[in-house]
């Protein structure tokens, strides 16, 4: 017996092709039980649809795109609408959800913009993400009282609804739930909400009516922008309950204070304030949200009292004009972006509750040049302290257990010193930096430090080099036995080495930049173990004469290895057959091929001629043979 109804039928076409120009009604079969997803996807004939009480599971986009598709019969035998079901079937007008439906799931009626009428009956308790976004016809919707969830975005772009009644379930109205419903007036929030999320009623424009129960204790940003509601409050600071929600028009006397009482700055509340100079903040302030003075370029100095346990990403990002800032005691974590760009701030005291400085956070601040760590800091986040310019020196405490991707890049230290805390050492993490050593403490089990260089230990007996600080004096250096892996930039900005040595060991030589900047660098012998020449290995190395490239017969040489390599005149290869050697088309980028010679084995002229890669040489001479 049949029971289901699949994508493809017997002939291999799917069943949207079979009936695209026949079918205009539809009564599926009494025996089947379940559609499977994208069955009736795209049918552009389809008109009327007809599930009998047998179908107990409709799959995921089993009608989506059924343009034509007017009217539905949906059986009490389903509890769900899956995601997408009926999504872009842009002639439904109306729709009955059968009593035994408990969720409407993410999707499910996306973009059916004629549809009118939407019955619900009191069993549904979940409306999915986004499940009648973009329905532009719907001019109202009774919720039932049963729902508990209502997804974001759920009635975005709804531009007819006029009314919407809230089920006093609910707990949360989700980001951007009725963003754009431009034509809705009035909205009665139930009293449980503790949640409107962002964007929540942004684009609203006649919403003039809000009613906001005492339970919300969180509202996200431009959770009311652009409503009639926030068009009639006065100029300065609005607040709901004890929320600062957001700041109107701009102010005049430069200072804000803020009164007791308040407990969140909300997201985004000063989000462009730009004549913002200082604000007082009582200490009746427990959290400030995300981008709460995001490009407040005016802000200058800000004084966090105790008790604020939460400042939010990008609180202050982008506030050029910010000199100095208090940060209380009770702060666990500096949250990613949180001073990003702030280009003013000079001296930044960490209290020694902070356990984690999160990614990008004091990115940019380029006039930062003292930094006081406490000794409860343990990860040090991306970027936490990339191009802060002014930034000469750190000292790391022992409580630090790792340094992520690009930390401190582009910073000035010329010295650090890893505590025997740290485990994890990211990617880039001091590359761009003017360091003349790096020195490792003695009981840290994973890295070490030999002359000033940094080194990582490899199950036991190898190591890899991490980095080899650029301002080291010498002009040769000569790789261990030992050791078989470079890291990223190992070598990037040694302008002073003039030839490294690579050991035959050598299997890897860092993802990019390995040797990029060594502007000294005349020689250069790789091992034939190498598989990979990285991108950028020798970019700028524009006093590079001379390369050897391994004796082996499959590696690859990628993106601007050689870019910018303006001495380059001889480049050497002892691979008889060089087809499994793969060349990027700008590994030979920006400097003149044809003043280079290419020396090869003898017999191997014809195959480098119509290699893609190193055809692009003029000039291929045999290789004499001492």
Not at 7 to 24: F, I
Not at 297 to 315: F, H, M, Q, R, W
Request: charged content about 20%; proline content about 5%.
């Amino acid at each position: 017996m049949i029971n289901s109804i699949f994508k493809r039928t017997e002939g291999g076409k799917s069943l949207a092709e079979v009936l695209d120009k026949s079918v205009e009604r539809l009564s599926i079969p009494k025996e089947i039980e379940k559609i499977c997803s994208f069955s009736f996807s795209g049918c552009k004939s389809l008109k009327i649809l007809v599930i009998p009480d047998s179908v107990t599971d409709i799959e995921n986009y089993a009608f989506d795109g059924c343009t034509l598709l007017e009217k539905i019969v949906l059986p009490d035998s389903l509890t769900k609408i899956s995601s997408f079901t009926f999504s872009e079937c842009t002639s439904l007008k109306s729709v009955e959800i059968p009593d035994s439906v408990i969720e409407i799931e993410d999707y499910a009626f996306q973009g059916c913009e004629s549809l009118e009428n939407v019955i619900m009956h009191n069993n549904i308790a979940r409306i999915g993400v986004s499940a009648f976004e973009g329905c532009k016809s719907l001019k109202s919707v009774n919720l039932p009282y049963r729902i508990s969830r209502i997804g974001g975005c759920a009635f975005a772009g709804c531009t007819s609804l006029e009314s919407i009644r809230l089920p006093f379930f609910i707990q949360e109205i989700e980001d951007m739930t009725f963003e754009g419903c431009s034509s809705l007036e009035s909205v009665a929030i139930p009293n449980g909400v503790t949640l409107i999320g962002r964007s929540a009623f942004e684009g609203c424009i006649s919403l003039e009516r809000i009613t906001i129960p005492k339970s919300v204790r969180k509202i996200g940003g431009k959770a009311f922008h652009e409503t009639k509601w926030l068009d009639t409050q006065p100029d300065g600071p609005i607040y709901v309950n004890h929320i600062l929600y957001s700041v109107k028009g701009a102010i005049k006397t430069g200072t804000i204070e803020i009164p007791r009482g308040t407990w969140i700055i909300a997201e985004s509340a000063f989000d462009g304030c730009n004549t913002l100079e200082s604000i007082i903040i009582p200490n009746t302030v427990l959290e400030i949200e995300n981008s709460a003075f995001y490009e407040c370029v005016s802000l200058k100095n800000v004084i966090i009292p105790d008790g604020v346990t939460t400042i939010g990403e990008y609180a202050f990002c982008g506030c050029s004009s910010l000199e100095s800032i208090v940060i209380p005691n009770t702060i666990r974590t500096i949250e990613s972006s949180l001073f990003e760009g702030c280009i003013s701030l000079k001296i930044i005291d960490i209290p020694n509750s902070v356990a984690k400085i999160g990614d990008f956070a004091f990115k940019e601040c380029k006039s930062l040049h003292c930094v006081d760590f406490p000794n409860s800091v343990k990860t040090i986040g991306t970027s936490a302290f990339e191009g802060c310019t002014s930034l000469e020196s750190i000292d790391l405490p022992n409580s630090v257990t790792e340094i992520g991707n690009f930390a401190f890049f582009d910073t000035q230290i010329n010295k650090i010193i890893i505590p025997p805390s740290v485990r994890s050492i990211g990617s880039h993490a001091f590359c761009s930096c003017p360091l003349t050593t790096i020195e490792v403490d003695k009981d840290n089990p994973i890295y070490f430090s030999l002359e000033g260089v940094l080194y990582k230990r490899i199950e036991g007996e190898y190591e890899q080099l991490i980095k080899y600080p650029p301002k080291k004096c010498g002009t040769y250096f000569s790789t261990r036995k030992s050791t078989i892996m470079l890291g990223d930039c190992a070598f990037k900005d040694a302008h002073d080495l003039h030839e490294i040595a690579l050991s035959h060991e050598i299997t890897y030589l860092g993802f990019e930049q390995t040797f990029m900047d060594c502007v000294s660098l005349e020689i250069m012998h790789l091992p034939s173990s190498v598989s990979i020449i990285p991108r950028n290995a020798f970019s700028n190395c524009e006093s590079l004469e001379t390369v050897f490239l391994p004796d082996s017969n499959k590696y690859s040489i990628e993106n601007n290895v050689f870019s910018n390599c303006s001495s380059l005149k001889t480049i050497h290869t002892a691979t008889d057959d060089p087809e499994d050697i793969k060349i990027s088309d700008d590994a030979f980028n920006n400097f003149n091929i044809d003043d280079c010679t290419l020396y090869i084995p003898a017999g191997a002229r014809w195959a480098y001629r119509h290699h893609p890669g190193f055809c692009k040489f003029k000039n291929i001479e045999i290789e004499r043979q001492n």
